[in-house]
């Protein structure tokens, strides 16, 4: 239509310098200049009659009609890139592109063995794994900015509602000390021995830690005394700490099957209490699932795990015919050895 007041490129612009906070960082994340990225904003302002940007501080501000378009153009593109990755299935799989999200560990350490199985069969299609919290990975699901992500935490609630979730694997966090701890010769250790421990572990709002906590917790374990010395960002930085004597840690089984194997970690045993958290697939139902989303997840995720795996199909409303009988995920192609998420 014609008579539309902004463009795509417009849009684009807009979400660029909202991200970026300048018109210059913006211009650069386009690679166009400034002049031109400035005189978008002043056409685009001109045809809507009311401004965008409060121009008074160091920092580029949306106006309270700025925060509106920029809904409306985020939603805008989404469709627009959803439509594009419609038109590339008709090539049935010779192109296009499959973007998985994850939380930390499972984007870490499982996601790329998964990847790696996918571009064996379909080395055309192009895969990007984006690694980011529970919540935005959520959030990126529903914007339509990913196809599927394995998520380790809660679904926020405001998005209960909308996407799909479906029970994937049981993933144990095992608690690991360097092989030389006095209590590594211990075939299983007692709950009062954890309040003896230095902790290294995750800041207390990540997921993981949440978690260990809530089980703990339920397991009669008292969590506040337990000496936390100290916090880190990453579990690669946890297991190194871990090895270095620095402490003990919670870490998932498949981020240490490595070590593991080469005897430089130990997995201790605590008598009556097993840490677990349930790994979920999510979706959104309502959104254009791509041909490779469906590959990915008919032919990988069922060889990753021992749990039967049932989605609804792409685009079904969940008040509809679908709701009460969903198609189980099969295998198309001989299984691989499944990931020992529990040993």
């Known amino acids: ?98 973007i998985i999200g994850a939380s930390q560990t499972t984007g870490t350490y499982l996601l790329p063995r998964m990847i790696g199985l996918f571009r064996q069969k379909y080395a055309d299609v192009a895969v990007q794994l984006h690694v980011h919290s529970t919540r935005r990975t959520a959030w990126s699901v529903a914007n339509g900015q990913v196809d599927l992500a394995i998520i380790g935490g809660e ?6 509602d909308s996407l799909q979730r479906v029970p994937y694997a049981e993933d144990e966090l095992a608690l690991i000390m360097p092989m030389y701890h006095p209590l590594a010769s211990q075939a299983v250790i007692q709950r009062e021995d954890l309040y003896k421990l230095h ?38 930085a946890i297991k190194t700490a ?13 981020a240490i099957e490595k070590e593991l194997q080469m005897g430089v970690l130990h997995r201790a045993k605590i008598d009556a209490v097993v840490v677990n958290r349930t790994l979920s697939v999510i979706f959104n139902p309502n959104r254009y699932r791509s041909k490779a989303a469906a590959a990915f997840t008919t032919e990988i995720l069922p060889q990753f795990t021992n749990l039967p795996l049932n989605f ?32």
């Open 312 to 343: 609804k199909p792409a685009g079904a409303e969940k008040n509809g015919a679908e709701k009460n009988g969903v198609k189980p995920a099969t295998p198309a192609t001989p299984p691989a050895e499944p990931l020992n998420l529990s040993p």
């Open 242 to 254: 871990v090895q270095s004597g620095l402490g003990v840690a919670f870490v998932s089984n498949s």
């Open 155 to 160: 679904l926020p609630p405001e998005l209960q």
């Open 1 to 98: 239509m014609s008579d539309l007041p902004f463009t795509l490129d417009q849009l684009r612009i807009l979400k660029a310098i909202a991200a970026e906070g300048s018109f210059k960082r913006a211009a650069d994340s386009l690679y166009v200049s400034q002049p031109a990225v400035s005189l978008q904003v002043q056409n685009l302002e001109r045809q809507l009659d009311v401004p965008l940007f409060d121009r008074g501080g160091r920092r580029a501000q949306l106006t309270e009609a700025g925060h509106l378009l920029l809904s409306y153009g985020d939603r805008i593109l989404s469709l627009c890139q959803e439509t594009c990755r419609a038109i590339e299935d008709l090539q049935n799989l010779q192109g296009g592109t499959l």
């Open 199 to 236: 902790f290294i572990a995750l800041d207390s709002q990540s997921t993981i830690r949440k978690v260990i906590d809530q089980v703990l917790t339920r397991c009669g374990i008292e969590t506040r005394r337990l000496k936390i010395e100290m916090e880190l960002n990453s579990i690669e």
